[in-house]
């Protein structure tokens, strides 16, 4: 570890990127803080149960020493799937197929992050640390946040998502439209809330698509959903619509209009959401992007790479870059930290382009008129 010899390194975000990193460095001996903005560890994790890919998430719990504590709590059965069409009908059925090509181990995200929690040094996460800004002091960075704390670091990492504050300090490049807006809901208590849905779903994931929309719905281990209702809309739909996602009654009256004839049975998720709608318009990064290599500071997961969650890479692609960062900064390959973190940014662009991609490709067709078709011949390609 050459290039990270008695330096401080600050990860800026607790998501399973930043942690897998933090884990992957403590290994081997470097000095780590992770920032989180989330107030405490109890904060309620939102999001889709997560699968996680051999090839990237999976490799890097498996570095990280915690293929055990996965196996301990991953939920077999929940990647099976069941393809409709608007009605509710099923069209393919996916929950027999144990050890099929697409099986994916699933795992929800609170019982992931606690995994990477517990498996870092006490006191490695500093809670309500909200970013704020950069700077620099007696040759090291400083970073400011919300709560009027300071820290300072030799190497800072963005791991900050979608909307990351560190990105512009390496790069103005910013994300494009893709032409798909997503509304994202969440049923607590399905089995009561949203019986037929949670009938249909049994422990697993829905892909409803007709009319160039989807609605895919996934269950959680704690008895809850979650859905995403996808459609192609303009850029600028969400302040056009001046829906307030907050009341629910309007969400349902867009929901009646935008899915007409879709069927009865999706009206329960949309009158039983809890606390509130999230609306989710779709960005990617340029597939080309490219930038200068700084010594000191770097990023990984949505900040590097934003992309849709058509293809189910977002967190795979995370995590895997939080590996091969660490494999580069532990190389005693690179003197210094500059040509470590450059090599680590020119693999993972590549590797994320390509990725993104197919995301963009997938993205489309599935909303597109024959969305259900292509959907359908990615399972079953000989039909």
Not at 113 to 140: A, C, H, M, N, Y
Request: hydrophobic share 40%; glycine share 8%; charged share 25%.
């Amino acid at each position: 570890m050459k290039a990270i010899k008695n330096k401080n390194i600050a990860i800026v975000g607790g998501g399973p990127g930043g942690l897998t990193l933090a884990r992957l460095l403590q290994m081997n001996g470097a000095n780590v803080k992770v920032y989180e903005r989330d107030v405490n560890k109890d904060v309620r994790v939102q999001g889709a149960t997560l699968d996680l890919h051999e090839e990237s998430g999976l490799k890097a719990l498996e570095a990280a020493g915690l293929m055990d504590a996965f196996n301990a709590n991953y939920r077999p059965g929940a990647d099976r799937l069941r393809v409709t069409d608007k009605s509710g009908a099923i069209i393919l059925d996916e929950h027999g197929a144990e050890g099929g090509p697409y099986n994916r181990p699933e795992i929800d995200r609170g019982p992931l992050r606690k995994i990477l929690l517990e498996s870092l040094q006490p006191d490695t996460v500093v809670w309500d640390s909200q970013f704020v800004s950069l700077g620099e002091q007696d040759g090291v960075t400083k970073l400011e946040f919300k709560n009027g704390t300071t820290a300072y670091a030799d190497i800072v990492i963005a791991a900050d998502g979608a909307n990351s504050k560190i990105r512009p300090y390496i790069t103005d490049i910013k994300p494009f439209y893709v032409d798909v807006s997503v509304i994202e809901g969440a049923v607590y208590n399905s089995e009561k809330n949203s019986p037929k849905v949670h009938q249909l779903l049994n422990g697993g994931k829905i892909f409803a698509l007709d009319d160039a929309k989807t609605l895919i719905v996934s269950s959680k281990g704690d008895g809850s959903l979650v859905f995403y209702a996808g459609l192609k809309t303009t850029e600028t739909w969400l302040q056009d619509s001046r829906i307030d996602f907050k009341n629910k009654a309007q969400v349902f009256a867009w929901f009646k209009q935008e899915f007409a004839g879709w069927g009865e049975i999706w009206d329960e998720l949309f009158e039983n959401t809890e606390p509130v709608f999230i609306p989710r318009p779709q960005y990617c990064m340029p597939l080309d992007q490219t930038w200068q290599a700084l010594p000191n500071l770097t990023m990984l997961g949505d900040a590097a790479h934003l992309m849709p969650p058509y293809a189910g890479e977002g967190v795979n692609m995370a995590m895997l870059d939080a590996l091969e960062l660490a494999e580069c900064l532990l190389s005693e390959n690179f003197s210094n930290t500059h040509d470590a973190i450059a090599a680590y940014e020119t693999q993972m662009r590549k590797r994320a382009s390509e990725t993104a991609a197919v995301t963009l490709e997938q993205t489309d067709s599935l909303h597109s008129v024959d969305g259900l078709k292509n959907l359908v011949a990615m399972f079953r390609p000989e039909e």
